[in-house]
């Protein structure tokens, strides 16, 4: 059983910084890409942005030069810190990670969601 657990949403006046965190715990061997992605009402979910087990990085246009995502690999955790965030950064933030278990198999894994508000 593997589980991805998010923290550190909420309510944010526009410009300032929210850091989200995610922690992968269970049955984990290994774990492969981490990366966040959003959803905003009424439209499809977004990648925001993913890191590969080696450190490399890729962000949304939308995201780029205002968002860091980084990870502990010694702790199973991701992290997006966001600056300078926008009334359109305002979404449910979903962490994902593919992961091998100790039986072997990669999936993909998702967390519950954590809700990011950006007022004007």
């Known amino acids: 059983q593997v589980q991805l657990v998010e923290s550190g949403g909420g309510l944010v006046q526009a410009g300032g910084s929210l850091k989200l965190s995610c922690a992968a715990s269970?049955?984990?061997?290994?774990?492969?890409?981490m990366g966040w992605y959003r959803q905003a009402p009424g439209k499809q979910r977004e990648l925001v942005a993913r890191?590969?087990?080696?450190?490399?990085?890729n962000y949304a246009d939308s995201v780029k030069g205002r968002s860091t995502i980084s990870r502990d690999n010694a702790k199973n955790t991701v992290y997006l810190q966001m600056n300078s965030l926008k009334p359109e950064d305002t979404a449910v933030y979903y962490c994902n990670a593919d992961i091998r278990g100790t039986l072997f198999i990669l999936r993909e894994y998702w967390g519950q969601g954590t809700q990011v508000t950006v007022s004007s």
């Open positions: 269970g049955s984990i061997f290994s774990i492969n890409a």
């Open positions: 890191i590969t087990s080696g450190g490399s990085t």
